[in-house]
């Protein structure tokens, strides 16, 4: 549709600077005393139900807050209600019968439903206006920080879901912006691989422009075809990660000799471009078009949809004209963050992104290929690593080391190295392998200035002994913006 031709509120984007983030520090893991005593505080629940429906409830201290996780299989934020009032935090809620279409007949009903409520006595060194609560995949996690103000009667705590989008509201001052206000870089500056290089030399040529990712040009098409039959995808460090993982380690397994070994690292390096690309994992080339196309469209595409890098091409004709990355999407957040306040602002607890959730970690003593594979496993492009022993964050292992795991003569020996060893002597002081952390008090602005600053777009949310809670990556801050409309790309992602 024909968008109005509005002022442009782009602007340059940030400097990056260094980065300070908070330095790991030593943490007791032995519970701390005080929950002895707030055993002694009769955590007995009160449960009222129609049938056994919440599910059993852990509860967790730490030294600067209560963690209180129960199931709540198949319901969502709108089914539960958390409350505190007078010390006693309060759950609630009800999931309603099944209602069965007409014809229909239950053979066997064991799921029970009805109301539930369940109620817990807090301590009172608690601060119930800092109250987290975040409903997720089946479990309801509920963050009750320490040290309470005296004046506070109660407070109704908001559930929210980490995965929950913008309201739509700045929507339109993305979509007046078209995707043509973007630097394009120079001519022949855009770096294209071809079908036919082989992994080894698309890595070193990755390298040697310090990127990431390159879209695959299919070297059997004219010159003239057009972007759907010209571009394969795009070859990125994860996909190589999961090549690599699949060629070198089939069904879990190393080679059982050194000549063997040296074969299959020959193989790996050695496959070409076109064959590896075609493994699931490498990205799809998704483009908006050059005349038409605005920042919703990319803000969406990345947050939404997972789309790490979203080329632009003219049309007709199919030529890339630019490639719109992570980077570049942060950078103009950043630049612009003062007409943004009402989502920079504010806290990641107020946006659902403070409360712990799932985290997937390697310790300093496990092998590198440990890493990798949780990598592969969890559809992750980095995994943090913490302390053996205290579980403290200590560093961090993404994609970006398979540029010097596939450029060594000893892939093997790299990848069944210890983390600690491969931080301390082979990724050296490399900023890469920093894990950049906040706290889940920092705000939106915050989080978004330190991934410019680091050029690292996952960053680390941990608590006050510096274990990690959770992860923010860029798709998290981009959907906190925006929101999809209805059939805003028609039924692209329906498949």
Known sequence: HNRPHLPVFFAPYA?????????????NIHRDSSMASFN???????????????GPVDIIESRDAIVFKVDTPGLTKNDVKVRISEGTLMISGERAQEKLTEGSSFHRMERSFGKFNRSFKLPDT?????????????????????????????????IVSG?????GSLNGDFENVPISVFPTPALGKLIVVDSDMSILDAVKLLSKHHILAAPVRDVTKPADASWSEKYLGFLDMVGIVLHMLETLH??????????????????FRQTKVADAVRYP???????????????????LLCGQHGIRRVPVVKTPGGDLTNIITQSALVQTLAANLDRFQKVGKKTLIE????????????????????????????????????????????????????????????????????????????????????????LPTDTMETVVNRMVQSRIHRIYVV?????????????????????????????????
Do not use: W
């Open 15 to 27: 400097t990056p600077h260094s980065q300070h983030h908070r330095p790991p520090s030593r943490t």
């Open 40 to 54: 002694e505080m009769a955590l007995a629940a009160q449960q009222s139900s129609h049938g056994p429906f919440l």
């Open 126 to 158: 608690v601060d119930i206006l800092k109250v987290a609560a975040n409903c997720d995949h089946g479990v309801l996690i509920i963050s009750v920080p320490k040290k309470v103000p005296d004046a506070v009667v109660g407070k109704d705590v908001t």
């Open 163 to 167: 995965e929950e989008e913008g309201d």
């Open 250 to 267: 089939p069904d879990g397994k190393e080679p059982e000799d050194f000549d063997k070994e040296i074969e299959t690292v020959d193989a």
């Open 281 to 299: 994992r490498f990205s799809q080339f998704i483009p908006v078009e050059h005349e038409k196309g605005n920042l919703l469209d990319a803000m």
């Open 351 to 438: 946006l659902g992104l403070g409360s712990p959730s799932a985290v997937f970690t390697v310790t300093t003593e496990d092998p590198l290929k440990k890493a990798f594979h949780l990598i592969k496993e969890k559809d992750v492009s980095a995994i943090p690593v913490v302390d053996a022993v205290t579980g403290a964050i200590r560093g961090n292992i993404s994609a970006r080391d398979v540029r010097l795991i596939v450029n060594s003569n000893k892939i093997y020996k790299l990848l069944n190295m210890p983390i600690r060893v491969y931080l301390d002597v082979v990724a050296g002081d490399s900023q890469e392998n920093s894990a950049i952390t906040c």
């Open 463 to 495: 608590d006050a002994e510096n274990k990690p809670l959770r992860v923010v990556a860029l798709r998290n801050v981009l959907r906190k913006f925006v929101k999809e409309p209805a059939g805003y790309f028609g039924h692209f992602f329906d498949h």
